[in-house]
Each structure stands twice: as structure tokens, then as C-alpha cells.
């Protein structure tokens, strides 16, 4: 745990709300070192994905040429949200640090809280509503993958 | 709901299994057309958060210009994990159709299941440590962010 880094996704977000943005940013840090950092740009991106725990993911990836982070930190300003938590687990990042709570983003009219709880709840009460469908047919990929003996598993 | 779309998704994730990426797919539909389409390419783009849900909403909000994808549906050759499920909270599309279930990811050695359940922790008694600090220092984005008179809200 660093101070600094902390400091640095929260100067990022605070910079962020200044040039028009949304009010998040993020680093990762590797070896001590920020290897990637990011405020949310969903509006000026275009980009409802673009969170700065995606984004900085995202350059973190591509900066050390790899999907797998292992022994990568984050520092978001906010509670990651199911999203971005989710991405921080398939990146295998290994230890979230932050500091606004996802309540303190409700607050401000985010849904980050709103999101955990439709997640959390069994997919028929949702209100998003979730069919499946063709799952005999879709099974026929899952063959496939099983099958083939080069696969790249990540 | 249209089983030619989820056709559509299937083939892509089977395709994508031939051509060396993981076996999933995804398409955005809207006003019964496809506006994006992709497989998982995590492995080919070296890019953790590159899921077929994921990639297919970029494609659509860069489509049409917006990250407000409401009146869109996804099919999905899969359930989506709780990146991409988030992803298509945030994104406000209408409906998710799925193929395949987490429980059938898992049995191929997917991590879906595992990453709903630990979502579903309290953040103590999850696997990945999450910590919070500075709270008082990111308190002060939030403030800039209430202030603020012409933010654009998302």
C-alpha cells in the first residue's frame, strides 16, 4: 500500500471532472512503478466500457504485451464496480486498493451500487430481463474448444 | 427474441475456436438489424477485458455514437460474466438472450462462476484482497463533481 499512488488516481479523477469527464481514475503499478493510468472517458470516448479501472487495464495489457497482470496493484479512486471488478479478477491483479466507496458513488447519482445488487440477485428477479435460448446448439462450440489440442487458455 | 441472431452469435464463437481465440461470441441487435458483432479475443489482442460482449458493445457505441445503448439487445453464445454483465447494465441494453450457461463455462475451466461468487462476497471474505484508503482525500473529486455546473452525466 502507497500513498502516492492513491494520490495520483485521485488527482487523475479530480483532473478528470475538470476537462469534462467522469469523476474516477486509476493506476496500475508494477514493481513499484505505474505502468498505466486512466480517468473514466465514457462520454468524451463514447465508450460506456471506457472506466478508468477498464481502461487502465486495458494499457496495462498492452504495455507489458500480456492478458495476465499477476502482480500488478490497482489504485481507483472509487470502488471498482461489477464491471471493473470483474476485469480486475480476469487480469489476475492482486491487490485493489481505493477510496471513494460504491455508496459514495450512489450518492452522487452513480449506479455502481444499484449494479451489485441486480448482480447479486438470482437472474429471473432482475430487471434486466436474461433468456436463455438454442443452449443444445451453443453447446456444440463448448465441443470444440474441448477438443481442439493447441488452445491458447487464458 | 430471434433465433437467427443467436445463430449468428454461436457461429462466431465456433468460428472464433478454429481461428486460435476463446469460444465465445456476440451480437448487438437493433431495430431487427445487427449493429456489432465480435468473438472473445483476449488471447489474439492480449487483452484481458476483450469479451465478445465486451468488444461488440465498443463496436456499437462507436457505431452510432453514443455509450447509451438503449433499445439494443445482445445475444450471446454465453452467459455473460459479471464484467460483461455490468458492462451491459451501464451500456442500458434492453435484453440479454444466452446460449450457454456459467455452470457449462466452468465446465470448460472458465472462471465465470468463481467471479460471481466472489462478487457476491463481502469484500473481506473474498479471495482478492480490496482496501480502503484516503477516503477523506477522494472525498474531494465528489465535491468537484456536485459542483459542477455543466457535467455531462452518464
Excluded at 116 to 137: A, C, T, V
Amino acid at each position: 500500500m502507497n500513498e502516492l499512488f492513491m494520490r495520483k488516481a485521485i488527482r487523475i479523477a479530480s483532473e478528470s471532472v475538470m476537462n469534462g469527464g467522469g469523476p474516477f481514475g486509476a493506476v496500475i503499478v508494477k514493481d513499484g512503478e505505474i505502468i498505466a493510468e486512466s480517468a473514466n472517458s465514457v462520454t468524451q470516448d463514447n465508450d460506456s466500457t471506457a472506466h478508468a479501472e477498464i481502461n487502465a487495464i486495458r494499457q496495462a495489457c498492452f504495455k507489458l504485451g500480456t492478458f495476465d497482470l499477476t502482480g500488478c496493484d490497482i489504485y481507483t479512486s472509487c470502488e471498482p464496480c461489477p464491471m471493473c471488478l470483474g476485469a480486475i479478477y480476469w487480469a489476475r491483479i492482486s491487490h485493489i486498493y481505493y477510496g471513494n466507496s460504491r455508496k459514495d458513488a450512489a450518492n452522487i447519482n452513480f449506479a455502481d451500487d444499484y449494479i451489485y445488487e441486480e448482480i447479486g440477485k438470482s437472474p429471473n428477479n432482475r430487471n434486466l430481463p436474461i433468456i436463455q435460448m438454442l443452449r443444445d446448439e451453443a453447446q456444440e462450440t463448448l465441443r470444440l474448444w474441448m477438443e481442439k489440442t493447441d488452445k491458447i487458455e487464458y
